[in-house]
């Protein structure tokens, strides 16, 4: 199989025992080793601390302690859950295009001495090693999602929602993506490192999220603005450092393809950055820090899946194109809709997401700088991208959807009004951020 063709991070869940039936002698380089145990920790710094206190920084003061508390709480809780039945139910060895079934429930069959495989005929990482970076990426996304419902979700429902979102879709979209026998892997999809699996399910939910929970009390009449630019700009900043975790990582080696994702990580976000704080110049007269801050994100959403497969001027183009997308999302479409996604949630991982994965059809041609081969086609890749994207979304849609009305008929999904008036850090955790 040819580098380009090769979908992202998991393709390599092709498991051990595929490597076996190969006719190659099996090698575990140390440096893959280290470098793919120094991206799984610069995964987890993207959560704690870095998307924590991105968020966090842009609730008002009386909140600060529940984003906190929430992102933690869900990356605690995911990463059991993994364990127990998510990277089975992701990459279980199942052949179904839909899910790995339950072969590698409770981690049966790991060892310290089993492999996975890498893009590599014989070069192999530890599965522990794997399943450990993996787990990383499934706790993220959960936890990006509640940026649209901050400051009035329940912190008991929002941890019910988490763990069965995460069951009926993250893991399922993961093994179809990512899983040499998944649905969307066969279509032949480029998602290297989660345009779909992380940004647009994160995305899709939380636009449904924000829709069925509501807007927050006095939405459009008080002041909402964030509490602090400077956390949020220190978040920003541990996202994109995180980032190369993310991106670069998702190689699972490290060669060359993972310094192509890390440059694109680099020039995709400066291009979006300067993209939406461009615009807010010519729009506002004035660009601002969250702009700034946005734009970053923007960037490094989109060239999320397309890190691997385009190359690093194509990479500011997209980062550019996906900015002003989503600005157009924020500024426009969202108060025309008339929906409350608090941290734009939709308008950034959604919009971002959906933008990446369709550019990546357009900037992996080789014509663009891309690596795709001289018989890649732009317009059936392209096309390839979109119906990846369709599927995300019908599939995360219909089924965020009833989850969250099923918790809200069973255990209400919103706090009181007396409790978000007086905010989620005391009414839901009895502890305050700041004191005097």
């Not at 390599?12 to 280290?34: H, M, N, S, W």
């Not at 139910?89 to 310290?112: D, N, R, Y």
């Not at 999220?209 to 400077?230: E, L, Q």
């Not at 994207?389 to 999904?413: Q, R």
Request: glycine share 14%.
């Amino acid at each position: 199989m040819k580098r380009n063709t090769l979908i992202g991070a998991s393709t390599l869940a092709l498991l051990p025992t595929l490597a076996l039936a190969q006719d190659v002698i099996e090698t575990v380089d140390k440096g893959d080793v280290a470098w793919m145990m120094t991206a799984t920790l610069l995964v987890l710094f993207m959560i704690l601390p870095g998307l924590s206190l991105f968020y966090g920084g842009l609730v008002r003061t009386k909140n600060m302690l529940s984003v906190l508390m929430q992102c933690t709480l869900i990356t605690a809780m995911v990463m059991v859950i993994w364990v127990v039945w998510g990277y089975s139910f992701a990459f279980g060895g199942s052949t179904s295009p839909f899910w790995g079934g339950m072969g590698k429930l409770f981690l049966a069959g790991v060892t310290p001495d089993s492999l996975a495989a890498t893009f590599t005929d014989g070069v192999m990482i530890p599965e522990y090693l794997f399943i450990a970076f993996q787990m990383t990426f499934a706790a993220i996304t959960p936890a990006l999602i509640v940026g649209a419902f901050a400051e009035r979700i329940k912190f008991s429902a929002l941890l019910v929602f988490v763990l069965l979102w995460v069951t009926i879709v993250y893991f399922p979209v993961a093994h179809m993506v990512w899983d040499a026998n998944g649905l969307i892997f066969n279509m032949g999809a480029i998602d290297f490192a989660g345009g779909t699996v992380v940004h647009i399910n994160a995305g899709i939910a939380a636009l449904c999220g924000s829709i069925m929970i509501g807007k927050r009390v006095g939405f459009g009449r008080d002041n909402m603005a964030p509490h602090s630019m400077t956390l949020t700009m220190v978040g920003a900043a541990m996202l994109w450092v995180g980032w190369f975790g993310f991106n670069a990582g998702s190689n699972l080696e490290a060669t060359s393809g993972a310094t192509l994702a890390m440059i694109n990580t680099f020039t995709a976000t400066a291009g979006g950055i300067l993209a939406w704080c461009a615009i807010e110049g010519m729009t506002r007269g004035k660009a601002s820090m969250l702009g700034a801050a946005s734009g970053m994100v923007a960037g490094l959403v989109a060239v999320t899946p397309a890190c691997g497969t385009i190359g690093p001027v194509g990479a500011i183009a997209l980062g550019a194109i996906a900015s002003a997308v989503c600005y157009f999302f924020v500024a426009v479409i969202k108060s025309k809709a008339g929906y409350d996604d608090s941290l734009d949630v939709f308008g950034v991982h959604g919009i971002g997401g959906i933008v990446g994965a369709i550019g990546t059809g357009i900037f992996t041609a080789p014509g663009l700088g891309g690596t795709g081969g001289d018989d890649y086609s732009l317009l059936g890749q392209t096309w390839i991208q979109t119906e990846a994207v369709v599927i995300t979304i019908v599939w995360c849609g219909i089924a965020s959807l009833i989850l969250y009305k099923l918790i809200d008929m069973t255990m209400g999904l919103r706090v009181t009004e007396e409790e978000e008036r007086i905010g989620l850090d005391l009414s839901s955790h009895g502890e305050q951020a700041y004191h005097g």
